[in-house]
């Protein structure tokens, strides 16, 4: 074999080389993006499955009708510091989050400890996973 050849012979196995290896870096490349789009849409999909039920849910809601209670003879709390604006507040939204006052007694109200619920939703939105 003289050194023509042998140049040849390398430069085909070079270009051989080289192209199977790109052609496979494609396929991989493609593969890796069509399994993105499945992941994608199945995600879309259960999200919208969630917004639908939210919005039923949401719809149902304003479909109760609204309960008036009458004030029921009870002792007058004592307020460490809490005025009784912030009671009333506190109150109704209890009171709006269970629906009804059967299931619902307030006995205290006090000031929370260590850190503000801004700082825990801070907390839990940078340490939600993915």
Known sequence: MDLATKFTLSASMLLTGFVIVFAVLFFLIFIIWFYGKIVTAGINSAEKRREKKKAAETKKQQEVKVQTV??????????????????????????????????????????????????????????RPF
């Open 70 to 127: 009458e004030p029921v003879a009870t002792p007058k709390p004592v307020s460490n510091g809490v005025t009784d604006e912030v009671v009333a507040v506190i109150s109704a939204a209890v009171y709006s989050m269970y629906g009804s006052t059967d299931k619902v007694k307030i006995k205290s109200i006090k000031k929370a400890s260590g850190r503000s619920a801004w700082a825990n939703a801070g907390v839990l939105n940078n340490t």
